[in-house]
């Protein structure tokens, strides 16, 4: 698995589509071939279990609950690890030059980077980090969950309760995932 040294690894895509899980393949695989591994999920998410990364399926793995940007790299210089998991990335705190800086900075020391995340929020909008992480990875892989309404591939993470705040930390009670043509339907309804 030397070709990934130093490599960015994305998995986005809308809540459900097995981004999470993918980023727990690849580390555990990555575990099996003697890398050094470590994971990260940003502290805001608390869903399930503190300091396990926690898929919809309920498998997990265990992680560092980092606040930002600065925190990460504080671990990765003190544990130097061979290869870095990062959980639900839009969520991490700091600047989006901030991060991609720090990114870039731990690929440039030949350290391999699994970022998962979200591509969009509840409106289709893109996360900006996601955004800008997407042309620099050297691997990306766009997951799609099944849309509730029709069985097509889903598009967006469709926000069920009538919070208009960015960012709800939820799982099944909040979202749900919806193609682009019921997400609009979904939309015409809530005017």
């Known amino acids: ?15 459900f589509s ?8 690849d580390i555990k695989r990555f575990n099996i071939a003697g890398y050094k591994t470590i994971a990260f999920k940003p502290s805001i998410d608390n869903r399930y279990r503190k300091n396990e990364i926690v898929t919809h399926d309920l498998t997990s793995m265990d992680c560092l609950l980092v606040k930002d940007i600065d925190e990460l790299l504080d671990y990765v210089d003190e544990l130097k690890p ?17 991060i991609i800086l720090g990114i870039n900075k731990i690929l ?5 980077v699994v970022v998962a995340g979200l591509d969009m929020d509840f409106t289709g ?3 900006e980090v996601v ?3 997407m042309p620099i990875a050297d ?11 029709c069985g097509s591939d889903a598009w967006v993470s469709h926000r069920k309760t009538k919070a208009q705040e960015r960012i ?13 043509k019921c997400f609009a339907e979904e939309l015409e309804k809530e005017k």
Do not use: W
């Open 139 to 149: 691997y990306l892989y766009k997951h799609h969950a099944v849309c509730v309404n």
């Open 168 to 180: 709800v930390i939820g799982a099944t009670d909040e979202y749900e995932p919806l193609c682009r």
């Open 82 to 98: 061979d290869v870095i998991g990062i959980d639900e990335v839009q969520f991490l705190q700091g600047s989006i030059e901030d």
């Open 125 to 127: 909008t893109p996360f």
């Open 131 to 133: 955004k800008e992480l």
């Open 18 to 25: 097995g981004k999470t899980s993918s980023l727990e393949k």
């Open 108 to 112: 440039s020391n030949d350290i391999t």
């Open 1 to 15: 698995m030397h070709q990934y040294k130093g490599k960015l690894i994305v998995h986005t895509g809308s809540m």
